[in-house]
Each structure stands twice: as structure tokens, then as C-alpha cells.
């Protein structure tokens, strides 16, 4: 898909790495995940589950179900915002977090391939976040000049999926073999002899200044405003897309009630109002069946 989306409330401010740490030690100090499975939090019995999440659209979405919906299935959320996309893993495997919900089957694998000790389980698809090459100067993806410098995510799966976006946006040509996370060494062909330069996930939009496009993540996208400040020249596809986010937890407590109640939540009436409401097509919600319903043993 290309085309401009402009015009939807986006996003809201990072409130930081450093604040997020802050509230990660503060929460760890309230006893551990399993006793509060057990004993519940607080006079009215809600069970209470500690989610990590980044700031937009995960934790915003979290946020409307504690406000909305969380008591009336017995949970509440005590929600646990990061900035880096490798801290929530850890936390979750370390026993410092109940759930979380930021990444994709193919992220978890590829965590999973290098923490063998982790045990964590992908528990369902919610929502899909569109990629989008965005540019600050180039209006149009016919225009992108020859020896192009094109920013892309620096981690594998993610860089993986800004080549399938560039290969269907017919940027570059990847080899038929490339696979579902292809690498540079995978482009078959190159007419503009674009650069591609690995960046940070999350530094992609405030360097996209110094490049001539970037494939940015959506939830950076729209915490940087960039479907309003930037010209879009084209989005990833939906159809048949493996990319989706969905709740992650511990293997062990997979089908713990509060965890059930919780992806119930997340796949409600309500909750996809409140998306597509939100984020107008960035922000796509999906269905509820797990795209790997043990994404640990996928890796194996």
C-alpha cells in the first residue's frame, strides 16, 4: 500500500529509559509474579499482572484496558513502559514481569536462539504495526535517486522485514532462497545501488534528517509523528503478514487464568474499536490464534 495517512491523534510522549528502570525496581519491590498469581492485590481480590510494554501503541492499548475493562475480569495492570526492545525479554525470563507485549514470532526466536535458558511462550496475535519507508525530502518512491542511503533496522528480524518491504516495493530484488529474515547478502539485485544503512530501531526516525528514506517500525513512527511529518512512499503489506505483536509469557504460565483473562481482553470488541479508532490503518488489530503457539520450541 502507499499513500499519506495524516490526520490521526498520534502517540504521546516517551517518558524515558531511565524513568521505566525507575519503575521496574520500584514494582519488583511488591513481590513476585507467581505469589500475587496466588493471593490476588488489594481489597477488591483483582488479580494483579505486571506488563512490559513499549510506549506506543502496546502500552497505550494496556492502558485503555485497565482503565476500561480489566476490573470487571478480575485483573488489574500494573504497566511497565521500555524504550530498548531487549530489556522486556530478559525481565520477563528473570521473573520481573507476568507478561509482555511489544514483538513478533520472529523477534521471540530470534531471543529465544541466543538465551537458551529462557523458557517463554508466544501466547497470540494482536495487532499488526505497518512498516513504512518514509523520507523527509523524496515525495514520491519513483523519485528516490541513484546511490540512495535507505536506513533500516539494525536487529535481524527487523531487517529482515524493511528488505521484504524494499523487495516488494521493488527498491531491490532478494533471492529466491531468502527466507522469512533475509540479510544484505541476500539482495540478487540492485538498480539505484542504494546504500543500506543498519540503525537502532528506535533512532531510525531522528535520523532519517541525514538519510534519503528509512524503514521505520510503526510504533517509532507514530511516536515520532512521522505519518504526519514525513511523506510516506510505501507500506508494508497485510495480507498473510507473519509480523504480527502479540502477548508474551513465561512458558509455565501460559494458561494461567489472569494471562487468559488478559489475551481475552486484548481481542475484545473494545480494545479493536480502540485501535483502529486510535491509529486510523497503522495499527491493525487481528485475530486471536497464535501465528506459533510455542514459539520456544520453534527455535529448537
Known amino acids: ?5 495524516a490526520g490521526a491523534p498520534w502517540g504521546r510522549a516517551l517518558r524515558g529509559a531511565g524513568a521505566a528502570a525507575l519503575a521496574a525496581a520500584v514494582l519488583t519491590a511488591c513481590g513476585s509474579p507467581s505469589e500475587r498469581a496466588e493471593e490476588g492485590t488489594g481489597a477488591e481480590g483483582l488479580t494483579t499482572l505486571r506488563v512490559g510494554a513499549t510506549p506506543t501503541p502496546h502500552a497505550e492499548i494496556l492502558q485503555f484496558i485497565d482503565e ?3 476490573a470487571d475480569a478480575g485483573l488489574r495492570l500494573e504497566i511497565v513502559e521500555y524504550t530498548d526492545y531487549n530489556q522486556p ?3 520477563l525470563a528473570e521473573g520481573e514481569l507476568d507478561a509482555n507485549y511489544y514483538q513478533t514470532v520472529p523477534f521471540l526466536q530470534e531471543y529465544l536462539a541466543g538465551n537458551a535458558d529462557a523458557d517463554l511462550s508466544y501466547v497470540s496475535d494482536v495487532h499488526l504495526e505497518a512498516f513504512g519507508v518514509y523520507s523527509e ?3 514520491d518512491l519513483a523519485d528516490l535517486p541513484e546511490g540512495a542511503e535507505i536506513g533500516v533496522p539494525n536487529d535481524t528480524s527487523n531487517m529482515g522485514r524493511a528488505l521484504h518491504l524494499l523487495a516488494d516495493a521493488d527498491v531491490i530484488t532478494l533471492a529466491d ?3 522469512g529474515s533475509p540479510t544484505v547478502d541476500d539482495i540478487e539485485d540492485d538498480p539505484l545501488n ?3 544503512t543498519p540503525v537502532e530501531a528506535a533512532q531510525l526516525p531522528r535520523s532519517l534528517q541525514d538519510l534519503d528514506a528509512a524503514v521505520v517500525n510503526g510504533n517509532y513512527a507514530l511516536e515520532a509523528d512521522l505519518p504526519t511529518t514525513a511523506n510516506a512512499l510505501a507500506w508494508e503489506g497485510i495480507e498473510n503478514n507473519p509480523y504480527a505483536n502479540g502477548l508474551v509469557v513465561r512458558s509455565e504460565d501460559a494458561d494461567a487464568e489472569g494471562i487468559v483473562r488478559l489475551d481475552e481482553l486484548l481481542h475484545s470488541p473494545e480494545v479493536r474499536d480502540f485501535m483502529e479508532e486510535r491509529w486510523q490503518g497503522i495499527v491493525i488489530p487481528v485475530g486471536g490464534d497464535p501465528a506459533d503457539p510455542d514459539a520456544s520450541e520453534a527455535t529448537e
Not at 500500500?1 to 495517512?5: K, L, P, Y
Open 68 to 70: 476500561n475493562l480489566a
Open 89 to 91: 525479554n530478559a525481565a
Open 137 to 139: 525530502d523524496v515525495g
Open 194 to 196: 542504494v546504500t543500506l
Open 177 to 179: 532462497d531468502a527466507g
Open 1 to 5: 500500500m502507499t499513500g499519506d495517512r
